[in-house]
């Protein structure tokens, strides 16, 4: 099992330009999830969603969309990216219900210039 | 609301040395607490967890207990070694959501 895989690892944009971080997991997971990590901050909720065909905002949502393409795929688009979305992006999965774990991929670091 | 609150960094600790990393938390219902650990330029890793009040989690010589009592879930460790150095993270999923603290870095030094 690969788990969870983000694409691609290092990004730089330049302020205004678009771009989609691209999630997948082979864990058969129903719920997925976008976070930013900033330095002091931790982790910052983005969106996610319970399950297929469903998408939620978290704690940060504006300047991002999202699509839930089908139960294994979960993207994150900036449509114009600005400076302020410099940062290291997680995905993560997990099952439904409050016993579960999250699964984390190994992160985007985007740099917006 | 539902949050977690975790002692500040960084912590900085000799080889061998005695661990303790605080974490309290805010939650109806019953939670499940977690810590994560990340090692420099990786995600997150599920280093234990606990699912009810008393359980303890455990893993690579950490624990921490599900206290409910005091809302705590505390982070230990007897021996910490150079290459417990990342930045511990305590978290709790209340079934409907996941909620973070804002993570503590631990250096170890020989």
């Known amino acids: 099992n690969a788990g969870v895989t983000q694409t691609p690892k290092f990004q730089v944009l330049k302020t205004g330009q678009s771009m989609t971080l691209q999630c997948a997991q082979d864990?058969?997971?129903?719920?997925m999830y976008w976070y930013r990590q900033d330095p002091g901050m931790g982790l910052r909720l983005i969106y996610y969603s319970a399950s297929e065909g469903t998408t939620d905002k978290g704690e940060v949502p504006n300047g991002y969309n999202v699509s839930r393409l089908n139960k294994r795929e979960f993207s994150l688009r900036l449509e114009s990216a600005a400076p302020s979305q410099t940062s290291v992006y997680f995905c993560?999965?997990?099952?439904?219900?409050?016993?579960?774990?999250?699964?984390f991929g190994p992160g985007t670091r985007l740099t917006v210039l | 609301g539902d949050s977690v609150t975790q002692m500040e960094g960084p912590v900085t600790l000799s080889e061998e040395a005695f661990l303790t990393i605080n974490c309290t938390y805010t939650?109806?219902?019953?939670?499940?607490l977690f810590w994560y650990v990340q090692y420099p330029g990786e995600g997150l890793q599920l280093l234990l967890k606990a699912t009810k009040a008393d359980d303890k989690g455990s893993n690579k010589g950490f624990e921490a207990t599900y206290r409910k009592e005091t809302t705590s879930f505390h982070l230990e460790k007897g021996s910490v070694q150079v290459s417990d150095s990342a930045v511990y993270f305590c978290?709790?999923?209340?079934?409907?959501?996941?909620?973070f603290g804002t993570g503590t870095s631990l250096t170890v030094i020989p």
């Open positions: 939650a109806t219902g019953y939670p499940s």
């Open positions: 864990m058969n997971h129903n719920s």
């Open positions: 993560a999965s997990s099952q439904r219900g409050g016993r579960y774990e999250q699964f």
């Open positions: 978290a709790l999923n209340t079934g409907n959501q996941f909620y």
